[in-house]
């Protein structure tokens, strides 16, 4: 449960820049070049932070759901930092395209529902770790 917990501690850490970058993207005055560098920085990161949660060797069944869930979160931020890229820096622009990335705000709702994840997931942790202690 810790190395789970680790994980998404880094990856709601990671949440921040993740989501200024796809923000950037949609940013009034068109993307810059920082923007699509931010993008890289954080394609990168969340390309990590899904790796070493896959990597984890869960076989409790609540935590396989847990891990599963933050799987899909992070594989959605994922597609959201290539969306904002692609219609940030399209190569065929159109009034379409343009109204898209004008609605580009942040990373929305999954990311909230990731931190709450792992919040759950530390007061379970809390929890078991109360359970363990010895009583006094």
């Known amino acids: 449960m810790r190395a789970l917990l680790a994980v998404l501690d880094d990856t709601v850490a990671a949440q921040s820049p993740v989501d ?31 790796a070493r949660l896959g ?10 759901d847990v891990q599963a869930s933050a799987g899909r979160l992070l594989a959605y931020d ?12 399209t190569t065929h622009p159109d009034a379409r395209t343009e109204a898209a990335r004008l609605e580009l ?3 929305g709702r999954p990311a909230d529902t990731l931190r709450r994840l792992r919040d759950a997931l530390a007061r379970m ?9 010895p009583a006094p």
């Open 78 to 89: 994922q597609w959201m930092v290539q969306q904002a890229l692609n219609v940030a820096f």
């Open 105 to 107: 705000n942040g990373l």
């Open 55 to 64: 990597e984890l060797p869960i076989t409790e069944p609540d935590l396989i």
């Open 125 to 133: 942790s809390r929890v078991a770790e109360e359970c363990r202690a």
């Open 20 to 50: 200024a970058a796809v923000a950037a993207c949609g940013s009034p005055d068109g993307a810059t070049g920082q923007a699509a560098q931010d993008c890289g920085r954080a394609a990168r990161t969340l390309l990590r932070l899904r």
